[in-house]
């Protein structure tokens, strides 16, 4: 049995904002919206996609640092 929610639950009780769903189709990202509404959800479900993801979290660590 999957506990997504109870999963994302528990990241946003540890402090995690930022969720990425990798793949196709968006369902984790849809439950990570409604569970973490505060938060920001994505879906890269292509290889272009991907780098977009890995570019925006280059450029958070970058704010973080």
């Known amino acids: 049995q999957v506990r997504w929610r109870q999963t994302v639950d528990?990241?946003?009780a540890d402090g995690v904002t930022r969720f990425v769903e990798?793949?196709?189709g968006t369902v984790?990202?849809?439950v990570a919206k409604?569970?973490?509404p505060d938060g920001q959800a994505i879906?890269?479900?292509t290889p272009?996609?991907?780098d977009a993801v890995v570019?925006?979290?280059r450029d958070v660590d970058a704010l973080d640092a």
């Open 10 to 12: 528990r990241m946003v």
């Open 22 to 24: 990798l793949g196709p």
């Open 28 to 30: 984790l990202t849809g």
């Open 34 to 36: 409604r569970q973490a």
């Open 43 to 45: 879906s890269a479900a």
């Open 48 to 50: 272009n996609a991907l």
């Open 55 to 57: 570019s925006a979290a």
